[in-house]
Structure formats: C-alpha cells, structure tokens
C-alpha cells in the first residue's frame, strides 16, 4: 500500500487504465486527502472504477480538477469552482476506431500552464504542481512535492529543472501583476529552503585542503542558489562552510583565514553588488606553512558578474557546473 492509501501505485495508470489518487494530487500539487474532498463534497470524482474501490482517474477527470485547481487559484469559493468545472470541461471522447488517427487534445490539454495561473513554458509536469501549490500558499502539498522531486530526479536535476522555472515563474507574475504575488515568491523560497535542508545530509566533517567556504558578497541577500550548492556538495560528501548573506568584507577574510579552505564560491545577483575587486582580494590571500604557501579558488557564482569577469577565475553557469569545478579541486 502506497503512502497515500492507493494500493500499487508504481506503474498503476498503464495497469489500471488511469491514475490513482496519489498520482493525480502529485500531478496537481495537491494534498490526496484534498482531491478525495472534491470528489466528496462536489462530485469531482473519477467517472468509473476499476477493480473493486481501487478508483482510476481519466484524462477528462483530471481536466476537471485541473480546472478546479485554477478557478479556486482566482479566489474563487470552492463550491463554485466546481459546479463551473463540470459545467466546462466536456466529458471523455471515445476512443478512436482501429485505423484512425486519435483526434487532438484540446487546447487546455495541450497548454504547458494546466491551469497554474504562470506562464511555465515547456517545463517538467512537476513544475505545474509546484506553482499551484505555491500559489494556493498549501505548505503541505508543495513540502511533499519538493520532497519527491529531489528524491526522484536528484538534487541537481530537481533545481535545475523544476525549481528554477517555477521560480522564474512566479517573479515573473509578481513583476507583471503590480507587486500582487510577493508572498508568493517568498512561501515558495521558504519551503525550498526547507526541503534542501531535510534533504541534505549532515556536513562532512573537516579535512585538510578540502573545504569550500560559500557566502554572498556584501549587500547581496538572496542565498537560496548558495543553500542548493551547499546542500549538492555535502551530497557528495565534500566539507562546506555557508555564511549566508550580506557577509561584511572584514567577516569575509576573516572566514577565510580560519577555515584556510580549497574554493570560495561569492554569490552575486545584481551587478550592483558583483566587486571585482573583492574577489582579487580573497583570490590573492595565502596560509600554510612557508614553502607550501596556498590560494583558494574562487568562484565568482551569479548573474551579478556577468560583465564584471575576473581574469583566472570560474564563473560557473549553473549549479551542476558549480559543484564540477569544486570536485575538480577539492578531489585532487
């Protein structure tokens, strides 16, 4: 029996001929006790059963709640989001018959939005989850979706391909829609944060020569892509000391000197905070013992440096790009 009370949920749509309820709340970003609530209180339930009360959910099923998830997005009560829902989704064209072309999905089938309310574009089924359950606030459903992302597709994958675009996403809204959907952005940050730390392992612990110190450069305070490499580099057992945002440059050399570590990643979002002189500065410090003098390798992370490029130092493009180049020296 699965968690979520469906029983053989692994591969069940191509043996039931549907989905489960635990697949159809994943697929909304809903919590499952939401969508057996639906089917109870206003009749939004599958069409047919299959099997005793296992119960299987079609594609028209789920267009309704599709529909549901976006009326009630609006603010729209929820005994009214349904009734419009059955009213507008049409029931389930037969099948076609043997030698014909199956006829095209509807266009609100075919959008890559399915009723989130952003404009996702060609993205991950994932993402579609995730900006509905940020954009209904439902702390529940979007903890378990990010859960089941990261372990799924892993941690990188899961930044790169489902968080990030939700992300962008939902600043575009909040950017285009007079500042109405900041919460938004920061629930959504919040609960990212939240999972990267369930998710990681514990930090591994010192070794000489190996630990990579990650802190934003001064007056720059978005820290969530520095928390997602942190979290991708004590996945892979590497040390790691994080310091957050804002780091005065005094504190900066200050970490520096003590932890004496293999790669500095300086996290820049604006070019208004990117310094290169900063990061000459950090690159040119030195310890160890005379003769065996060594430099840490700084990685100039951010859109903040794009035109403000250090001569003889990484700017990595992303996050996977970020945690090769400190293997590449941590591991030598």
């Not at 939401?34 to 299959?50: E, N």
């Not at 959910?57 to 997005?73: F, G, K, S």
């Not at 600043?171 to 999972?195: I, M, N, P, Q």
């Amino acid at each position: 029996m699965g968690p979520n009370g469906d029983v053989g949920e692994s591969g069940s749509a191509s043996r039931g001929g549907g989905l489960t309820t635990g697949e159809v709340a994943r697929r909304l970003g809903v919590a499952p006790t939401t969508v057996r609530t639906w089917d109870r209180r206003y009749g939004l339930g599958p069409t047919a059963h299959t099997g005793g009360r296992h119960r299987r959910w079609t594609d028209a099923d789920v267009a309704r709640l599709e529909r549901m998830c976006a009326l009630t997005a609006t603010g729209l009560p929820p005994a009214e989001a349904a009734r419009l829902a059955l009213d507008e989704v049409m029931p389930e064209a037969p099948a076609p018959r043997a030698g014909t072309a199956p006829p095209p999905a509807p266009a609100a089938r075919r959008r890559s939005r399915a009723g989130s309310g952003l404009r996702l574009g060609d993205v991950r089924q994932e993402c579609r989850g995730v900006a509905r359950a940020a954009l209904r606030l439902d702390a529940a459903a979007l903890d378990e979706l990010l859960r089941t992302a990261m372990e799924e597709h892993g941690l990188v994958t899961a930044w790169t391909e489902v968080i990030v675009p939700t992300l962008q996403a939902v600043g575009r809204k909040w950017e285009s829609s007079g500042e109405r959907y900041v919460e938004v952005e920061h629930f959504l940050s919040w609960h990212v944060s939240g999972a990267l730390r369930r998710h990681a392992p514990p930090v591994a612990a010192d070794r000489p020569g190996a630990t990579t110190v990650l802190a934003c450069v001064p007056a720059e305070n978005h820290t969530l892509p520095l928390e997602v490499l942190a979290a991708a580099l004590a996945e892979r057992g590497l040390p790691v000391r994080m310091f957050g945002g804002a780091l005065p440059v005094e504190s900066l050399v200050a970490a520096v000197r003590r932890t004496g570590p293999v790669a500095v990643g300086l996290w820049a979002q604006s070019r208004t905070t990117a310094s290169r002189p900063l990061a000459q500065h950090v690159a040119a410090m030195e310890w160890g013992v005379r003769g065996a003098r060594r430099k840490p390798v700084v990685l100039t992370l951010g859109p903040g440096w794009a035109g403000q490029t250090v001569q003889g130092l990484p700017r990595p493009s992303g996050l996977a790009e970020a945690v090769t180049a400190v293997e590449s020296v941590a591991l030598r």
